[in-house]
């Protein structure tokens, strides 16, 4: 379960250092070149692999002066990446929300 929480600063870091790995990866996927051999020897193998999906934590609520969404359309964001409710904000995949009021409780 995804927690409400303000993000430790080391927690932050592990997060930058992760995606930023990430994004060199990408980046020299985007240049046509696979992974070298070396790292394919230290990656792990998966045996019997197929396509899957997971559910990640993610936001639903009502959309608001977003760039691409129509004001007043319900649906649920990208993967939630950070959130912290006493500031009023949440930073998904794809970017930061405002966070206004939230649903009431069920």
Excluded: N
């Excluded at 060199?24 to 193998?45: F, H, M, V, Y």
């Excluded at 500031?87 to 409780?105: C, D, E, H, I, M």
């Amino acid at each position: 379960m995804f927690e409400y929480a303000h993000w430790d600063s080391a927690r932050l870091d592990r997060e930058i250092a992760r995606l930023s790995k990430l994004l060199e990866d990408l980046k020299t996927l985007q240049r046509d070149q696979a992974p070298s051999p070396a790292i394919l020897k230290k990656s792990p193998t998966l045996e019997g692999w197929k396509l899957s999906t997971r559910p990640v934590p993610c936001l639903a609520g009502v959309y608001l002066d977003h760039p691409t969404i129509p004001s007043g359309y319900i649906g649920v964001t990208s993967e939630l990446i950070a959130i912290d409710v006493g500031r009023g904000f949440a930073r998904t995949r794809s970017r930061f929300y405002a966070l206004g009021q939230p649903a009431p409780k069920e």
